[in-house]
């Protein structure tokens, strides 16, 4: 096989365990995060409370989905080399069970995300992002208690 198939390949798997994270979210199955991350993975930062690795995202994962049922995740911008994914992605949803310690609003909202990935060519080994929360907290009118 030639260098360049390798290459296209690499670059294929890498899209592909990206793309399942969010899957993991837009088809309510946290288990999907087995197939895209490696075990030691690491989420940069973690959320408070959250254990590292991938099962420490799983029960945010549910949470976020109780909270926003008809979550989806959509990627507006992916941009990529072999080993490194940037992601542009917006997360949409309506506020209907308790988030953050914030009762339901009945809102749809928007959240814009910006990720980093690293890739070992199969699965994503490290990530890095930064959700938009304080423009959620805008849009839903209240943020949650600091206490």
């Given amino acids: 096989m030639s260098d360049h198939n ?13 793309e ?28 408070p409370g959250q ?13 976020f989905i109780a909270a926003f049922p008809d979550v989806q995740i959509v990627v507006q911008d992916l941009m990529q ?5 940037a992601v542009r992605a917006e997360i949409t949803g309506t506020h209907q069970g308790t988030f953050m310690g914030m009762e339901a609003t009945g809102k749809f909202v928007r959240i814009r995300l910006h990720e980093m990935h690293e ?5 994503v080994t490290k990530t890095w992002h930064m959700e938009d929360w304080f423009g959620l907290f805008m849009q839903l009118g209240q943020s949650p208690s600091l206490s």
């Fill in 6 to 18: 390798e290459t296209a390949n690499r670059l294929a798997r890498e899209r592909e365990a990206v």
């Fill in 20 to 47: 399942k994270i969010y899957q993991a979210f837009s088809l309510q199955n946290p288990d999907l995060l087995d197939e895209a991350v490696t075990p030691d993975w690491q989420d940069i930062p973690l959320a």
């Fill in 51 to 63: 254990a590292a690795g991938p099962q420490g995202l799983k029960p945010i994962i549910r949470s």
């Fill in 81 to 85: 080399l072999p080993g490194k994914i």
């Fill in 119 to 123: 890739l070992n060519g199969e699965r």
